[in-house]
Every structure is written in C-alpha cells, then in structure tokens.
C-alpha cells in the first residue's frame, strides 16, 4: 500500500526513522584514521559507535523498511561512502566510493541543505534524499542518504493497469463527446448555410432526427465502454480487494486459519500475499505464545507449590531456632551462673589457702615452743638428778654424822638428833625428787608425744595448704574457662539470634516470592486465556 503513497512524503518519512537510529548526535575524529574500501576516512561517531564499517543500524533498516541507507563523512571536499545498503552490480557493497562531484545534490550538501530527487546508482533509479550531517559546532562532517528504488514503478503492474483504464475511460468519453459534438456542429452549420426555402423545414427536421440518432448511437457506445471498463477495474481491484477486506476481518477475529488465494504477481498480488505472511508470523507467533504461556503457567504452579513448601520450612526452621536461641540462652545464664558461683569459690579457696597458712605458721611456732618446752623439761630433769644427788650425799654425810654422834656420845646426841633430822629431810628430798623426775619424765614423755604429733599437724597442715593452694589454682582455671566459655557462649546466642532473624527474614521473602508467584501464575493464566482466543491450524 506504501507505493500508492506520494514518493516525497515516503522518502521524508524514511528520513526521519533513519535519522533517529542516530539521536546521540555525530562527531568526526580527523586525528584517527580507518580504512574503508580503498580510500583511509576519519572516524565518524555517533554517541560511543564507530560508524565506519558498522552495518547493524543500516542493514536493519533496510530489512524493515526496504529502502537502502548509506553514511558518508566528509574528507577535505569528498563525501566518503562508510557504511551502506547500497550494492554495485556485482553484489558487493558500494563503501569506499565517493559522491561524485557533479551530482545535483554535491552543492546543496556542501552548503549544509538537503537534497531530495531522482538519481541513478549503479544501474537502477532511486527516489533519493541526502541530509547534511553537523557537529556540535555546526559544521558539516557527513552525509545520511536514503533511497527508494523506483526501477520496479516502470513495471506493468497494477498502477500501470489503472493508468492504461483510466486513459481508456478518458480517451472513450471524450471521444464520444467530441464526435457527437462534430456531428451536432456538421449539422448545425449546414442548417446555418442554407439559404431560406419551401422545404427548409423538413431539412431541419431531418438534420435533428440525424443529431438525435447519432447522439444517442454514441451515448449508447459510451456507456457500453463504461460498463466494460467498470467490469475490468471490479474483476482487477476491487474482487481481490474485497477479498483482502475480508480476511483481514478474520484476522481481526482471530481466525488466524485464513489464508488468500494468490495468483497474480501485481501490487494486489503482492498484498494478499503480505496478508499470508501476516497471517502466518501471528499465527506462529501466537502458537509460540500460547505454547511459552502454558509452560509458563506450568512452572509457576510448581514454583508455587514449592515456595508454600519452602515457606512451611522457613516457618517451622523459625520456630526451632527460636527455640534453640531460648535454650541457648538459659545455658548461656547457667554458665553465668556457674562462672560467679567458681569465682566465689575461688575467693573462699584463697581465703581457705591464706587461713591454712596461718595455720602452719602457728603450728610451726606450737612446735619450736614444744621443743623449748621439751629442752627445758630434760634441764628440769638433769637439776632433779642433781637435787636427787645432793639429797642422797646429804643422806650419806647424815648417816656419817649419825654414826659420828653415836661415837660421841652424850656430847655427840644432840648432833645425832640434827643429823637424824637431816638425813630424814634428805631422804623425803630424795623421795620428792623422785617424784618431780617421775613427773618431769611423763611431762617430758607427754611433751615428746605433743611435739611429735604437733609436727605431724605441722606436716599435715603443710600438705593442707599446698592442697588448697592447687585447688586455688584449679578454681581459677576453672573460673577463667567460665569466663571464656560465657563470652563464647554469648557470641554463640547472638549468632543463633542472628540466625533467628535472618531465618524470619527469609521466610518474609519466601512469603512475597510466593505472593509474587501466585500473581504470576494468574497473570500466565489470563495470558493462556487470551491467547485461546485466536483459532489455529491443526498441527499435523
């Protein structure tokens, strides 16, 4: 349908989608140098891509529109061809190849104006237009040409057809028009040239009897050429474009079966044709649809089922790390507990050791004082011996003095009676002496027996204190474990608190991936469900 649209309105369309491929603007790097062809051409930009040589934007444009599309840069006072559709004769693209200098528009594009007319490429005619690329200083850096090839319009095709019936209709209504009008023009200038007579009536009678008969002979034909020529353009245009019409109503129903009968190689051909090919890109692309739509629903049913399943995970694994968080921190309080409760008892320990130490050292002074006791109960014991001695030699020079009175006499009786006194004094001396040894002895038996066993005590409350003294240091490895193990369990119940967290966390997340899931899963069904709209072929 485009090639019943003026040349000049396409060719400025044309223009203007190509132009907007390129909306970053163009600059041209005269410094950076790149072979095209055979001729070395600065580098021309648009935005960050290099155009030299970069046939992306080109090649889809003509794909989608049919045009061909070139670049140019300017070098010096040439207009480079750098990326192009263009083909020369023998099928290789036309880059590398200058804009010859005496074409009409060279002029106009090195002014900076665009130019718009007919020109001849390489064998075939083309509806051209060239638009003068600027810089950001306005200067003129390239070209941007598109072109409508024209070569087909000489083609006897449908607009051909339609031109030859209307110069057929044209040429039969004006030639029966001017052949009546002769004729009524013959006749009235033989009426006019005849001079008044008897029968000049009946000769005007007969001359508009003749008029009449002729016009209505060439009406008649006129009208015959007409129906003929209504006939051609029904059977020629409007059949198939009713044809057209109607298909194209059930593809607007979405009967995408339909499919024109195509016998004809015209501009109508051509349509119908497009209309086959309309009908078949949807109908593929709705089979694809609806075949992606369904396995789409398909997937997020299953992605469904298992975010509610991993969201009943997520919910109960919440559940037993909160619990554990719990348990963890009442074993984290016991250890608490436990680490004061052994620094007390280290505390009582040390006090235990320091009162043990006392104790050894005043057991140690209970055994030196049991040893001065015992040397002074042995110096007791050597003066008893001695008072012992004493009494006894008393006891001898009493005896003596006794025995020398009895030789005296009656001068020697009253020295008998002091010698007798003596000697008894002696003797209960004696007798006293033996007592206090016999006393100082079990004193000195009982000191020994004290001191023996006050040195056991000594040694035994040595042995305490060197006990209480490992138990001090084994309370205080045992109070700095507690220490560490209450920090270690402290990081332990934050880490499972973290845990906790990120878990109810998570299972937030699982719940809004299964809500968005659910919305997806809808959104695929009532995609499945418009896509049944459109009726398909039967795949075999």
């Not at 004769?89 to 090195?110: F, Q, V």
């Not at 009678?205 to 003929?228: E, F, H, K, N, P």
Request: charged share 20%; proline share 1%; glycine share 10%.
């Amino acid at each position: 349908m485009s090639s019943l649209l003026p040349l000049g309105y396409q060719i400025n369309q044309l223009a203007k989608r190509l132009a907007r491929h390129f909306s970053a603007g163009f600059e041209a790097d005269y410094q950076q140098r790149i072979t095209v062809g055979t001729e070395v051409t600065p580098v021309l930009r648009s935005g960050e891509a290099m155009l030299n040589l970069n046939f992306d934007v080109i090649d889809q444009f003509a794909s989608q529109t049919g045009a061909g599309a070139t670049i140019f840069v300017k070098r010096n006072q040439d207009f480079v061809r750098i990326s192009t559709s263009v083909k020369k004769e023998n099928g290789e693209r036309a880059i590398g190849t200058l804009l010859d200098h005496s074409h009409a528009g060279y002029g106009e594009l090195l002014a900076g104006r665009t130019y718009i007319g007919f020109a001849q490429l390489f064998g075939r005619q083309y509806m051209t237009r060239y638009d003068p690329l600027r810089n950001r200083q306005g200067q003129v850096i390239g070209v941007l040409y598109v072109g409508i090839d024209v070569s087909h319009r000489f083609q006897f095709g449908v607009g051909g057809r339609i031109a030859t019936i209307g110069l057929l209709l044209s040429a039969a209504v004006l030639g029966s028009y001017v052949w009546v009008c002769q004729r009524v023009l013959d006749t009235a200038m033989d009426s006019l040239g005849r001079t008044a007579s008897p029968g000049m009536l009946s000769v005007i009678t007969d001359a508009s009897a003749a008029q009449l008969r002729y016009g209505l002979i060439g009406m008649a034909g006129m009208v015959l050429v007409m129906a003929v020529l209504f006939w051609m353009l029904r059977s020629i245009i409007t059949a198939p474009l009713v044809d057209a019409t109607a298909a194209a109503q059930q593809l607007a129903k979405g009967d995408l079966t339909t499919m024109l009968h195509v016998g004809r190689r015209d501009e109508l051909g051509q349509l119908m044709q497009a209309i086959n090919g309309i009908a078949q890109g949807l109908a593929s692309i709705v089979g694809s649809v609806r075949g992606s739509s369904e396995r789409i629903d398909t997937a997020a049913k299953d992605i469904a089922a298992g975010n509610q399943d991993l969201s009943a995970r997520a919910e109960a694994q919440a559940g037993e790390l909160e619990q554990v968080r719990a348990s963890m921190e009442r074993f984290g309080n016991g250890i608490l507990a436990n680490a004061e409760h052994t620094q007390r008892a280290g505390a009582l320990v040390n006090d235990a050791a320091v009162q043990a130490t006392d104790g050894g050292q005043i057991v140690n002074a209970v055994v030196d004082t049991m040893g001065a006791i015992r040397s002074s109960s042995h110096k007791v014991t050597d003066i008893i011996g001695l008072i012992d001695s004493i009494a006894f030699q008393t006891n001898i020079l009493a005896l003596n003095a006794a025995v020398e009175a009895a030789r005296a006499g009656e001068q020697g009786r009253g020295f008998a009676v002091v010698a007798s006194e003596v000697r008894q004094l002696a003797q209960r001396s004696a007798a006293a002496a033996q007592e206090i040894k016999t006393l100082i002895g079990e004193s000195v038996s009982n000191v020994d027996s004290g001191s023996e066993l006050v040195s056991r005590a000594g040694n035994a409350m040595h042995n305490i204190e060197t006990a209480i003294g490992n138990v001090a240091a084994i309370m205080r490895d045992i109070a700095a474990a507690g220490v560490v193990q209450r920090d270690e369990m402290g990081e332990v119940t934050r880490a499972v608190s973290d845990i906790d967290q990120m878990t109810q966390q998570n299972a937030a997340l699982v719940e809004q991936a299964a809500a968005a899931t659910e919305s997806l899963r809808r959104e695929s069904a009532q995609l499945v469900d418009n896509v049944r709209v459109f009726k398909l072929a039967q795949r075999r």
